[in-house]
């Protein structure tokens, strides 16, 4: 198949008018042909007939004679025919009688048989192949000896109606090569004939093609060039019709694409110039971009550099300062232990209360950048929301009681008593916002609340009925550095940095904080957090079912507290804004009543079981709860006034533990402290404290001379500065922890440092704990106190050194023998158990659960008066804390060994326990 796609016009139009007049010319030679040939065929066999019967009417009598010699006449006859090639006269049945042949090499293609007809007919048979042509024809009997009228052959039907039958048969066999022959040469000079027919229709074509397609040609090659870029070419418009007209506005468009050509070159060159322009501008700018990518890596690694040195001048700045404010805030708590006169006092007090104001500003910007630096954590533990809020009021209480205003807390009792969070920042936050409530309430009162708003988010309020915030300032006031108070007097003074901080804490947390504020109405500051309920925790149960309390309180926030907390507990209320009747009262089992409304009585009536909220001018003989209450502290003294059962940890009222046996005053041993400290003002604060709360205290000032001390003296406990000359605290309490002699000695990192981590950095070191300068007396005497353990007096009980304290496990239980005993047999059932963990701990090198372990069995060691246990666990944790995990099983050993002491010692209680 051509691949006719890839001609052109001009090839197209050829082929196909060649195709049409050679089909044109095929069609007529070979029609004219096959009509030739038929005729030719169709004239030979009526010849054929005609001779065939003309033979069987005169060899009629012979056929019906049999006689050969006349048939063989007869059949002589048909030699003069030059085309016939075979002659017979045949029998009826088709046997032969005579026969002529020409050529004694001629076969026929027939057999004489076949072609005999099935049934009488008047007609021949005609048989024709490639080369012959046979024509049978029957041999019919004359009626009545021949036709009437002359001799003619009878007819067909005249023969049907007499029944008659052929009485033999004439059979003529002609050869068609003569018009074969006469065929070819009619279709020789036929195709000769074509030929020139199809000639002039070329040359025709061509003429007309070429007079047509020439200027389409033209068009094709101008085109072309055009596009090769010889804009300037046209074609000639010597054409007429459709092709003239094609040509001139072939030339009219590219005249148009030529100016159009000359507008886009001009263009091009502009815009070139143009887009050149702007790579010098880009070039430029790339180049200027890249100094400033430059700059800004100096500048971030300037500004690393910087945080680096914040962090480093704010670790030092805090040292520094805290250093001389350990001083002022220790020697102004010293001074306030002598006698002052009223006016010293005064400045005392004075003093006191603006370092205490100067160490908060301190920790402020020491948690803002904390927070700012994104490396403030937070530590989740189990806390009441009670003692939280409890915790605040103690922290801001003074501040009201200054300024007359009332502070109160709830707890939504609907709230779980006990949850998981970061307690110590949840009461920063609450601090900071009750702080500001009280620094901008002149009068009225400042109120804390808690409440489930919805499972797993609890929704903490510090509503007062201060100035108010005006509401173009609320969304500012948790921004660093801005206050409510923005005016240029600074009435209420303060940095601006407690909200900032409170919000970055609650964002630290997944809350979310806000505030509800009019002008001169009051404000409520809220934050809602996450905090995860502790199962196992209930409320507790009404403790005072059926008791009647009368509350007497002229304010009426103060006055439904009051009430709802002792509906709360099951009691029956009666709440009025001032003292009732007499008669009245003597119905009440107790009065809960304002000092206020004491002082302006004129006689104070016979109170049934009197508290007096706050404390009163005039002395009365009643229960003083001073203010701000506390709902933990109330409950209490109305559990102890009206002699109902304190309630157990599930809720259910149990008889209160009986007092001991009243024992001999006997003055307590005095802890032996060793103090190391290099700084002359530190080593005076904490020596006049500790000789204050009856310590015994040697000083060195660093820790190699410390080190000798401990070589030639017994200490209970070690108080070690961090920062020092020669040895720092780090050196000397490696030193300390690698001496198998000072095992279980505590010692306690003391140090201006505050920032994060480093309390994590000292018990990590193998410190036991952690205290922070400036510290105060009461934070001294409690870490003094928390790790020793003063000895018990000389009884009947074994001693401590021995491993079993009897006296310090009674004053942990009330003196209760019997619940000594039971908690001694569940201490020692469950010690497989815990020392398994342990054991267990050790074989997987999991620092954190032998430390988390070891603290559990210490604690429960604590309870139970096994001091030796307790220490053998302490030295465990330390040993986790430090990575030392090598002497761990060791240390595990000491403490099984440590057990069994225990249970020799303490196996007469525990016997007796098991034999009632």
């Not at 502009?270 to 702007?278: F, G, H, I």
């Not at 002149?442 to 510090?462: C, Q, W, Y």
């Not at 007097?489 to 407690?498: A, D, E, P, Q």
Request: proline share 6%; charged share 20%; with cysteine.
């Amino acid at each position: 198949m051509f691949a006719t796609q890839r001609w052109g016009l001009r090839g197209r139009s050829i082929a196909l008018c060649l195709v049409l007049i050679l089909g044109a010319v095929l069609t007529v030679v070979l029609a004219l042909s096959l009509r030739a040939r038929h005729q030719a065929l169709r004239h030979l066999a009526m010849h054929a007939e005609v001779y065939a019967a003309a033979l069987g009417h005169n060899a009629e009598p012979a056929v019906l004679t049999r006689d050969t010699a006349a048939l063989a006449r007869v059949i002589e006859s048909a030699a003069q025919d030059r085309e016939l090639k075979q002659a017979q006269i045949l029998g009826p049945e088709g046997d032969e009688l005579a026969k002529l042949r020409e050529d004694n090499n001629f076969a026929s293609d027939f057999a004489i048989t076949n072609a005999l007809p099935a049934a009488p007919t008047y007609r021949s048979v005609v048989r024709q192949s490639v080369r012959q042509m046979l024509v049978v024809t029957p041999v019919w009997q004359r009626v009545n000896g021949g036709p009437a009228g002359g001799d003619r052959l009878a007819s067909g039907p005249a023969l049907r109606r007499n029944g008659a039958a052929p009485i033999g048969y004439v059979a003529l066999t002609y050869s068609l090569r003569p018009i074969h022959n006469e065929l070819r040469q009619q279709l020789y000079a036929a195709g000769m004939l074509g030929l020139l027919v199809i000639a002039a229709g070329v040359a025709l074509t061509l003429f007309l093609v070429g007079h047509s397609l020439g200027p389409l040609h033209e068009l094709v090659r101008t085109s072309t060039l055009i596009a090769g870029g010889e804009r300037n070419r046209r074609v000639s418009e010597r054409g007429v019709g459709e092709i003239g007209e094609l040509a001139r506005s072939f030339n009219t468009m590219a005249a148009s694409l030529e100016n159009s050509y000359s507008e886009i070159e001009k263009k091009v060159a502009a815009r070139t110039v143009e887009l050149n322009d702007k790579r010098i501008e880009l070039e430029r700018e790339v180049a200027e971009r890249r100094q400033i990518a430059e700059a800004l890596r100096d500048a971030k690694e300037a500004a690393e550099a910087g945080s680096r040195a914040k962090s480093e001048f704010l670790a030092n700045i805090s040292h520094e300062i805290r250093t001389p404010m350990n001083g002022i805030i220790g020697m102004t708590e010293l001074l306030a232990t002598t006698d002052l006169t009223t006016e010293q006092r005064e400045y005392l007090t004075t003093a006191q209360s603006c370092s205490s104001a100067l160490l908060a500003l301190l920790n402020d910007v020491l948690d803002f950048s904390k927070i700012e630096a994104g490396k403030m954590e937070l530590e989740l533990t189990e806390f009441s929301l009670e003692v939280l809020l409890e915790g605040v009021l103690d922290l801001v209480g003074q501040a009201s009681v200054d300024k007359s205003i009332g502070l109160y807390c709830a707890v939504d009792p609907q709230a779980p008593p006990q949850v998981i969070g970061d307690a110590l920042r949840l009461r920063q936050i609450l601090a900071n916002l009750t702080g500001n409530a009280v620094k901008f309430t002149d009068r009225g009162h400042v109120l804390i609340s808690v409440a489930e708003t919805r499972p797993g988010i609890f929704r903490f309020a510090v509503q007062d009925t201060g100035i108010g915030i005006a509401l173009e300032r609320q969304q500012q006031i948790f921004e660093s550095f801005t206050q409510a108070d923005g005016a240029t007097t600074r009435k209420y003074g303060g940095t601006g940095l407690g909200l900032a901080i409170s919000r970055q804490l609650v964002d630290l947390m997944d809350g979310t904080i806000g505030v509800d504020s009019q002008p001169d109405r009051g404000s409520t500051f809220w934050f809602e957090v996450p905090l995860e309920s502790v199962a196992g925790h209930q409320p507790l149960d009404a403790t005072l079912h059926g008791r009647t309390i009368a509350v007497a309180v002229p304010e009426s926030p103060g006055r439904d507290l009051l009430a709802d907390a002792c509906r709360a507990w099951g009691a029956t209320v009666h709440a009025i804004p001032e003292l009732p009747p007499a008669d009245r009262i003597a119905q009440a089992d107790a009065v809960l009543v304002d000092a206020r409304l004491i002082d302006q009585a004129d006689q104070l009536p016979d109170l049934p079981q009197p508290v007096v909220i706050g404390h009163p001018v005039r002395s009365v003989e009643a229960v003083i709860l001073p203010k701000p209450w506390k709902p933990s502290a109330l409950r209490n003294t109305l559990i102890t006034l009206l002699g109902d059962p304190a309630p157990s940890d599930d809720g259910t009222a149990e008889p209160a533990p009986a007092a001991p046996d009243p024992q001999p005053a006997q003055t307590p041993p005095a802890p032996r402290v060793l103090l190391v400290e290099d700084n002359p003002i530190n080593q005076q604060v904490a020596r006049g404290i500790l000789d204050r709360i009856g310590c015994a205290v040697d000083v060195a000032g660093n820790g190699r001379i410390a080190l000798q001390h401990l070589a030639e003296n017994r200490y209970d406990l070690v108080l070690l500065d961090i920062q020092m000359p020669e040895m720092d605290g780090f050196e000397t309490i490696r030193a300390i922890r690698t001496d198998a002699g000072l095992a279980g000695l505590p010692v306690i990192a003391m140090t201006a440092h505050a920032m994060l981590g480093d309390r994590e950095k000292c018990l990590a070191a193998g410190m036991d704990d952690y205290l922070t300068k400036p510290f105060r007396r009461d934070e001294l005497d409690h870490i003094v106190r928390r790790w020793w353990k003063p000895p018990g007096p000389a009884d009947d009980a074994p001693p401590a050194a021995e491993g079993f304290d009897l006296e310090h496990a009674l004053g942990f239980l009330g003196g209760d023998q019997e619940l000594l005993r039971e908690v001694l047999v569940a201490f020692f059932d469950n010690v497989p158990v815990a020392l398994a963990q342990l054991e267990e701990a050790a074989r997987l090198a999991d620092a954190h659960r032998l430390a988390t372990a070891a603290v559990a069995f210490g604690d429960a060691a604590e309870y139970v008066g096994a001091q030796q246990v307790r220490e053998t666990a302490a030295a465990i944790e330390r040993l986790a804390q430090t990575g030392n995990l090598a002497a761990i099983p060791t240390q595990i050993d000491q403490l099984a060994e440590a057990v069994r002491q225990v249970r020799t010692l303490a196996g007469d209680l525990i016997g007796e326990r098991r034999d009632s």
